[in-house]
T-cell receptor
């Protein structure tokens, strides 16, 4: 049962432009939504999160938007930099419960 | 450095064998999670332990088992290994009460290759 889905396996953008990564979920009981970034040969690292009571959270170049009615969230990176090239995982959890991850989107930012 | 330590980093073994992967969580974290990442797959949740007790179970095969010890380190045991078990196995930990973001801290993973 794939409760968290990332339908785009890859995304390529030009340096300086906006990167938009999308994620859909099915469980309306999720309390937290998170984005993790993963470089090759490393474990995923936390990037940004949003509580289900908010619709936007911003941290520097990274903004996460949550649309609960559509069960959809997105991560915006502006401006994109070559160092942002990585696999991005969307994740969701109910407080104290296990965290469910999407399949990941590989972002390539071209100089 | 997330503070989560996994050993071994790489492991090559044959079908039918048994291996044990080890994880030490961050100091103070009570929860340990195990995830499997196969080729081109996302992170599949296997199992969670909280302070020594099994808390949640995901898509973990019966050939796999895990435990968390009194010192809070955890071991994932994989037996009767098959070629399809080749994957990256990640351990993650989280603090008591989850904190404000629900963030997990991941180790660097153990890459298992079954030949």
């Amino acid at each position: 049962d794939q409760q968290v889905k990332q339908n785009s396996p890859s995304l390529s953008v030009q340096e300086g432009r906006i990167s938009i990564l999308n994620c859909d979920y099915t469980n309306s009981m999720f309390d937290y939504f998170l984005w993790y970034k993963k470089y090759p040969a490393e474990g995923p690292t936390f990037l940004i999160s949003i509580s289900s009571i908010k619709d936007k959270n911003e941290d520097g170049r990274f903004t996460v938007f949550l649309n609960k009615s559509a069960k959809h969230l997105s991560l915006h990176i502006v401006p994109s930099q070559p160092g942002d090239s990585a696999v991005y995982f969307c994740a969701a959890s109910e407080i104290g419960d296990d965290m469910r991850f999407g399949a990941g989107t590989r972002l390539t930012v071209k100089p | 450095d997330s503070g989560v330590t996994q050993t071994p980093k790489h492991l090559i073994t044959a079908t039918g064998q048994r291996v044990t992967l080890r994880c030490s969580p961050r100091s103070g974290d009570l929860s340990v999670y195990w995830y499997q990442q196969s080729l081109d797959q996302g992170l599949q949740f296997l199992i969670q332990y909280y302070n020594g007790e099994e808390r949640a179970k995901g898509n973990i095969l019966e050939r796999f088992s895990a435990q968390q010890f009194p010192d809070l380190h955890s071991e994932l045991n994989l037996s009767s290994l098959e070629l399809g078990d080749s994957a990256l196995y990640f351990c993650a930990s989280s603090p008591p009460g989850w904190g404000s973001t629900g963030e997990l801290f991941f180790g660097e993973g153990s890459r298992l290759t079954v030949l």
